[in-house]
């Protein structure tokens, strides 16, 4: 369902998915906008509202989100960070790979199912044993 969400957004404001990492409680997403468009602001709300409405109202809902009438399944904050050359594209894209070990869900990159590096790693981007063991990434959230 995210799949077909992530199409349809595309859809209606085109982007390019360099790279994406789905968790189960948050999702890493590099894009690539069109050339003189910077909101990208517009297209991560679009997938997370077209994808939340799909969704049955089962999760747990605190006092103010049920106020607001939000969703409990999306955090509520987001990290945005501009790349700002090759190098930093590289870092960027290690670090979302790189996240499903970072939180325990896997000891190898490769075997997380929900992530980018699979296709990646078919063009040749990646080795197949790329992630692991420890990785030391300066970027991303701190803490």
Same mark, same amino acid.
């Given at each position: 369902?995210? =799949?077909?969400?992530?199409? &349809?957004?595309?859809?209606r $404001?085109?982007?390019?998915? !360099? ?51 939000e =969703?409990?399944?999306?955090? &509520?904050?987001?990290?945005? $960070?501009?790349?700002?050359? !090759? ?19 896997v ?22 044993d ?14």
């Open positions: 369902m995210l =799949r077909t969400v992530v199409r &349809q957004a595309k859809d $404001h085109p982007f390019h998915l !360099d790279g994406w990492v789905v968790l189960p409680e948050h999702m890493h997403i590099i894009l690539t906008l069109p050339l003189g468009d910077d909101d990208f602001v517009k297209r991560i709300r679009l997938i997370k509202n077209l994808f939340s409405r799909r969704l049955p109202r089962t999760e747990h809902r605190s006092q103010a989100r049920q106020k607001r009438n =969703r409990g399944i999306w955090q &509520q904050r987001y990290w945005e $960070h501009t790349i700002r050359d !090759d190098r930093d594209y590289a870092a960027h894209m290690d670090y979302l790979h790189y996240n499903p070990v970072k939180h325990g869900y000891t190898r990159v490769k075997n997380w199912p929900y992530s980018s590096f699979h296709n990646l790693m078919g063009l040749q981007v990646y080795p197949a790329w992630g692991g063991c420890v990785i030391d990434l300066e970027v991303g959230e701190r803490g």
